[in-house]
């Protein structure tokens, strides 16, 4: 894999990608992340690293903009988790849970060829998120909607999700056992 793409900020709060040796915006780098590049992103000054900022910013101001993947439910519960025995293992569940993601959408991409990466597919992808987050955290999920979104889920979506739950206490009997 290739070395991130270094991003200074100087202390005029501009961006400066190394590698290009020009300006950038949030949107250009957030371009950047979309077309598969890692960047890192650091105060030119004092060296200190702030990718996590400026990517929270992007999320932020995606999700502004209308482009909505996180439900209110998961914020929610992320900020509760801040202040609860979760927060030591929630990064670690997010991380695998991200990459399990990942694999089964290329794997998905894979078996079905000329499926679009958007419609459907997301909305699939987002359930299966929500799903997999609710049972791994009660606490975050609005029982009468769990209950709807039960009576439409198809047969096939149904047994996906089965794949991932168990999955997920497997996963779950692992961190128990630590």
Do not use: C
């Not at 482009?67 to 900020?79: D, I, R």
């Not at 990466?117 to 987050?133: E, F, L, V």
């Not at 609005?142 to 209950?147: D, E, L, P, T």
């Amino acid at each position: 894999m290739a070395d991130p793409i270094l991003i200074n900020r100087y202390a005029s709060r501009r961006l400066y990608n190394t590698q290009t040796s020009e300006y950038v915006t949030l949107d250009e780098i957030s371009e950047l992340i979309k077309q598969g590049h890692d960047v890192e992103i650091r105060d030119r000054k004092t060296g200190e690293d702030l990718t996590r900022q400026f990517l929270l910013q992007i999320i932020t101001e995606q999700e502004s903009k209308g482009e909505n993947v996180l439900p209110v439910n998961v914020l929610t519960g992320l900020v509760r988790s801040y202040s609860t025995a979760a927060q030591g293992i929630l990064p670690d569940f997010l991380s695998q849970s991200y990459e399990m993601f990942t694999q089964q959408q290329q794997s998905m991409m894979e078996k079905i060829p000329g499926m679009s990466a958007t419609g459907n597919w997301q909305k699939q992808q987002q359930d299966m998120m929500q799903s997999m987050i609710a049972a791994w955290m009660p606490q975050m999920q609005n029982s009468s909607a769990a209950a709807q979104k039960k009576e439409t889920v198809s047969e096939s979506e149904s047994n996906e999700l089965s794949a991932v739950k168990q999955q997920l206490a497997e996963l779950m009997k692992k961190v128990d056992g630590l």
